[in-house]
T-cell receptor, first 114, second 115 residues
């Protein structure tokens, strides 16, 4: 059963804590992405990676960090520097970061700051 | 600058009637256009894309979209709506000439199909 998995489904964080969201794919895709979704704002790109050990900032990277040590995995850390982290986080992947390739999305993680 | 607009926050349709979800775009070159659907608390599912060729693109679940270059539009359509089509729909664009090549998403349109 191929696809993208994200864990946990729900995550609660106290202010000042760092948390890490997991994203794993077994589609053998080269490119992976992290988006943030807020009501009425669509999806905004946080970070993306085209290849192992390489990643680039998206439109709203401040307060977030990522790593890409394995092709299958692209974890996102929400740091205490992110002032408004409560949101729905979506991970995606595509065969390559070429313009005609569609992205496939995971089920998402809903992060709530208490 | 690249942008995508979905002018309707919500579309209401009766089951069995045709539906249209509107999308317009602005890019510097030729666009690659995508439609995705999202059910509550789920990820996005790919429906269809326009790259080149025929202006009418057919996708999953009976959906289709019409690319209109002169009107810079890519409206999503379905001849007969189902209650199960109720969801949030996103249009997205990539600029062929853009150096980044990232997807730009619209804000989404909530489709509500009533029995």
């Amino acid at each position: 059963d191929g696809g993208i998995t994200q864990s946990p489904k729900y995550l609660f964080r106290k202010e000042g804590q760092n948390v890490t969201l997991s994203c794993e794919q077994n589609l053998n895709h080269d490119a992976m992405y992290w988006y943030r979704q807020d009501p009425g704002q669509g999806l905004r790109l946080i970070y993306y990676s085209q290849i192992v050990n390489d990643f680039q900032k998206g439109d709203i990277a401040e307060g977030y960090s990522v790593s890409r040590e394995k092709k299958e995995s692209f974890p996102l850390t929400v740091t205490s520097a992110q002032k408004n982290p409560t949101a729905f986080y979506l991970c995606a992947s595509s065969i390559r970061r070429e313009r005609n390739n569609e992205q496939f999305f995971g089920p998402g993680t809903r992060l709530t700051v208490l | 600058a690249q942008s995508v607009a979905q002018p309707e926050d919500q579309v209401n349709v009766a089951e069995g009637n045709p539906l249209t979800v509107k999308c317009t775009y602005s890019v510097s070159g030729n666009p690659y256009l995508f439609w995705y659907v999202q059910y509550p608390n789920r990820g996005l599912q790919f429906l269809l894309k326009y790259i080149t060729g025929d202006n009418l693109v057919k996708g999953s679940y009976g959906f289709e979209a019409e690319f209109n270059k002169s009107q810079t539009s890519f409206h999503l359509k379905k001849p007969s709506a189902l209650v199960s089509d109720s969801a949030l729909y996103f249009c997205a664009v990539r600029d062929v000439l853009g150096s980044q090549g990232n997807l730009i998403f619209g804000k989404g349109t909530k489709l509500s199909v009533k029995p």
